[in-house]
């Protein structure tokens, strides 16, 4: 999979790589931490994260722009890596409860400014690397491996951001409870009903509360909850620093990449490479981009209700434990033993394999499995989880399957029937909207989150962790054959003058569907379960139909 490509994609990488992981781990929580910290209601927590990611993908256009301008791809990502440092410490900064709350918008939007700065000229400066004519052809598996990396990052995320909290609340003598956030906010707003449920929930985690002290126990809980998710937004500042050595370290590996049109000009030696398009191919492809970012912009709307409306699943709707087989997919360590196992197997009996690698294969196998059985025999018959961790199941996946997803594309290149880009990017829209299929059989007789009132859902009304696992699945297959071609086509399509300018734009698009997912968060709470789920399965069916039907001529700019 990793032969033949430039190292400058393994510093690419790497550094994305870091940057995600902490930019994951900030997420995971982020609902979770303005519903505790701010009891605010599903919509406006929703509300608030769609906006900080229309941020977070609206301000790629200015660094597109920036870099083809004025500063260049490098520079420009090296800047972005400092302003995010700055956002992610002012976000770490602990406040009371209902408290600080201008800080963390301003922290929002550093981290937005500096994620702009850097994601899309990162992606145009891979995309440098494929003009050579030597390696055009693995465009598409480039950006598939440049993506895992994202994943790989994100992957950890939520394992991260769970230790992070757990040792907050441990050293306070808490643990995690999903039901006391919301009850506790209710009766410190003066909602006296809440009083006798939250008093069972604070009994549990310490037995000395009486109704006289509940009220001192709710504020100190939210308290101790907001500090450890504070802590947890730190781990973002520990991962940029490593971020910024690997890429600054290993600049030789990219420089060649990173030049823009403009830069080239300029100089007498490379002036003779710069390319130059009729008008009218300029605006052919301009208008090729166009119709593809209208696409993407439903398939983001969908994907990203991962830290929305799917962890309000997860927190409300499935059950909160799990027993001793199933607990192996929320256990990082077990599940990732358990695939690398699997993989030393794979190493073993390929008849391709020399023979270090069977050996190395054979030691993976026999040390992995180990491992992974150490694990499991060490589970508990009942295994209680937090919400966040249903999104380790994306990145798990990701990492798991691009290897036969870039197998299954060469395989087909090779034989002349690999579908074009457009072509993938269709058939992600179909995927996704069957990923939203599964949960609307799965919502089908549950109570409406209107009906249960903020509050978690009865055990009787919680269904199986695999209905969500199952949607996870889907949807990192829809997203394999949708954003990393979609970016790859961006970078061969858009034209020289303007390639990190139309990086940006596809992260534009990638807004405008964030900002709808503020929309379905307000859906949430007014709509029947499953409706809010027909709603995005409609939107993705509705795009598909629409890609199909401009595929030609996608096609013909594709070739150009």
Not at 70 to 95: A, C, D, E, H, S
Not at 161 to 167: I, L, T
Not at 204 to 216: E, F, G, K, W, Y
Not at 510 to 535: C, D
Request: aromatic content about 14%.
């Amino acid at each position: 999979m990793f032969k033949g490509h430039p190292k400058g994609l393994f510093v690419a990488f790497f550094a994305n790589m870091g940057e995600r992981f902490g930019f994951y781990t900030m997420i995971s929580i982020f609902v979770l931490f303005m519903q505790a910290k701010y009891g605010m209601s599903a919509a406006t927590a929703g509300s608030v994260y769609s906006t900080f990611l229309v941020g977070v993908y609206i301000f790629p256009l200015l660094g597109g722009f920036l870099a083809d301008r004025f500063l260049g791809y490098g520079r420009t990502i090296k800047l972005g890596i400092v302003v995010m440092f700055i956002g992610y410490v002012m976000l770490t900064l602990p406040t009371a409860m209902d408290t600080g709350f201008p800080l963390i918008v301003a922290a929002l939007a550093v981290i937005a400014l500096g994620t702009g700065l850097f994601k899309g000229n990162l992606q145009a400066l891979v995309g440098n690397l494929y003009d050579d004519p030597k390696y055009s052809a693995m465009r598409d598996r480039a950006f598939n491996i440049f993506y895992m990396g994202i994943n790989v990052g994100a992957m950890f995320a939520p394992s991260a951001s769970k230790a992070v909290c757990n040792w907050i609340l441990g050293r306070a003598e808490f643990t995690y409870d999903a039901h006391i956030p919301a009850l506790a906010n209710e009766f410190l707003k003066g909602v006296s009903d809440k009083a006798s449920s939250l008093l069972g929930y604070a009994q549990a985690q310490d037995p000395s509360v009486t109704l006289d002290t509940l009220r001192a126990f709710s504020e100190k809980y939210i308290n101790v909850l907001s500090k450890s998710y504070h802590f947890g937004f730190g781990v973002a500042c520990v991962s940029l620093i490593i971020s910024m050595a690997i890429f600054w370290a290993y600049r030789k590996h990219y420089k060649t990449a990173d030049l823009t049109e403009r830069q080239k000009a300029k100089s007498e030696t490379l002036k003779g490479q710069v390319v130059e398009l009729t008008r009218e191919q300029t605006r052919e492809r301009l208008v090729a981009l166009g119709l593809v970012f209208v696409v993407v912009i439903f398939f983001w709307m969908a994907f990203h209700q991962s830290a929305v409306t799917l962890t309000y699943f997860a927190r409300d709707y499935t059950v909160p434990s799990v027993g001793q087989a199933t607990n192996l997919w929320f256990d990082l360590t077990g599940l990732l033993s358990v695939f690398l196992s699997v993989l030393g197997l794979v190493f073993l009996l390929r008849k391709a394999s020399g023979s270090l690698a069977r050996i190395l294969g054979a030691a993976a196998f026999i040390g992995f499995g180990v491992l992974a059985y150490l694990r499991f025999s060490g589970y508990a018959a009942v295994n209680p989880f937090q919400p966040q961790m249903f999104q380790h199941f994306n990145p798990f996946f990701i990492v798991v399957l691009t290897p036969i997803v870039v197998g299954l594309f060469g395989w087909l290149n090779r034989k002349g029937k690999e579908p074009s880009a457009p072509r993938k990017i269709g058939i992600g829209m179909l995927t996704t909207a069957a990923a939203y299929a599964i949960l609307i059989v799965a919502s089908i007789g549950l109570l409406s989150p209107k009906a249960l009132g903020g509050l978690v859902a009865p055990a009787e009304s919680q269904v199986s962790v695999y209905w969500l696992i199952s949607t996870y699945f889907m949807l990192t297959i829809a997203e394999l054959f949708l954003s990393p071609i979609g970016i790859s086509f961006v970078s061969r399509v858009a034209p020289p003058k303007y390639k990190g300018s139309m990086q940006g734009g596809w992260f534009a698009a990638t807004a405008v569907g964030n900002s709808l997912v503020g929309v379905t968060a307000w859906f949430w709470e007014r709509f029947p379960l499953w409706a809010v789920w027909a709603i995005l399965a409609g939107a993705c069916i509705l795009s598909a139909a629409f890609i199909f039907s401009i595929m030609k001529r996608l096609e013909r700019v594709a070739k150009a």
